[in-house]
């Protein structure tokens, strides 16, 4: 992760402050170059009309660009203090011209914004242990009916035999939905779909938050979940 993924993860731009920030729109780009450091050090900030931010850092004394900055191996006091104040320059930014989002990726974010939109169901947040795990529950009786959590992809597409982890490895956000299961048989043959992380493999299944499936058939497999869970009318007696 770089260092600009790690400050601008969950938010998302806001392009009208950005501009108003200093950046200028170029096409789909927008662009703002500033110091820090005491001016020893500038940044060229680009960011897309997706949310991807990137830059490019130098060092003005010696008129190049300063690698060791994204050089893991170097851990030097003065290097480290021009992360910490890089870091700090990004953080202005955001907190002028970013907003805050509950999950890492657009597509999580989306869907968590249409469950509220359909059913009035605001996400729950409910482990001290994974603040960033939401829960959707079902107001009538606080089952669950979704969950979106992020961890290393190989979780899941190693599931059910040992996983080798390694230090990089990539990190995916999925949701769990209860489901059918002769319908969770049919979806697992298909791209993006597995068994259901940590929870049963028999009423739910895990989906890849990765775009792999479409934001339409995700929100419908939500709802047929939140059906399963909704309270049984009772029947009256005669």
Known sequence: MTIEEEI???SIPDFAKLVKFGFVKNGSKYSFSGKFLNGDFTADVVVTSGGDVSASVFDVQAGERYLPLRAKSRQSAFVNEVRESYRAFLREIKNACFVPQPFLTDQANRIAREAEKLFGDKIDFPFSTAPDYGVFRNPENRKWYGIIMNIPKSKIENSGRAASLSADDAIVEIINVKIDPEKSIELKKRRGFYDAYHMSKKNWITIALDGSVSDSL?????????????????RARS
């Not at 419908?220 to 009318?233: E, G, N, W």
């Open 218 to 234: 995700i929100v419908d497999l939500l709802k047929k979940s939140r059906a399963l869970v909704s309270p049984r009318p009772c």
């Open 8 to 10: 601008f993860a969950r």
